[in-house]
Nanobody, 124 residues
Framework: QVQLVESGGGLVQAGGSLRLSCAAS????????MGWFRQAPGKEREFVAS????????YSADSVKGRFTISRDNAKNTVLLQMHSLKPEDTAAYYC?????????????????WGQGTQVTVSS
C-alpha cells in the first residue's frame, strides 16, 4: 500500500520560511517522479514543483520560482519543499504526489498517488 505523508506545515508571517517534507512508502521511491501541489479554499489544486527520479531535473510554477526549491533524498524516501519569502497568497493545503513518468511535470493526471496534505498559512 502506497503512503505519502506530508509534514512541516504551519503558520508563518509573510517573508518567512517553511520546509515541507513528504515521506513515501510502499513504492519504489527511486523510480518515482515526485511533485508538490497546493489547493487554497475555493480554488482548484495547482502545481507547485516537481522533480524527476532519473536525473533530479526540476520544474516549478512561475509563481514560486526563485522562492521554493524541491529536492529529494532517495536514501530516506523523502521529498522536500523548501519555501522562502512566503506570501499570503501561498496559503493553501500542500499535497505531495508520486508519478511513474520520468520527466517532471505539472499535470495532475500524471500522478498516481497523493498524500493527505499539510496546511500552510501565511499571515500578512
Amino acid at each position: 500500500q502506497v503512503q505519502l505523508v506530508e509534514s512541516g506545515g504551519g503558520l508563518v508571517q509573510a517573508g518567512g520560511s517553511l520546509r515541507l517534507s513528504c515521506a513515501a512508502s510502499g513504492l519504489t521511491f527511486s523510480s518515482s517522479t515526485m511533485g508538490w501541489f497546493r489547493q487554497a479554499p475555493g480554488k482548484e489544486r495547482e502545481f507547485v514543483a516537481s522533480i524527476s527520479w532519473k536525473d533530479d531535473r526540476t520544474y516549478s510554477a512561475d509563481s514560486v520560482k526563485g522562492r521554493f526549491t524541491i529536492s529529494r533524498d532517495n536514501a530516506k524516501n523523502t521529498v522536500l519543499l523548501q519555501m522562502h519569502s512566503l506570501k499570503p497568497e501561498d496559503t493553501a493545503a500542500y499535497y505531495c504526489a508520486a508519478s511513474r513518468f520520468i520527466a517532471p511535470g505539472s499535470l495532475r493526471a500524471m500522478y498516481d498517488y497523493w498524500g493527505q496534505g499539510t496546511q500552510v498559512t501565511v499571515s500578512s
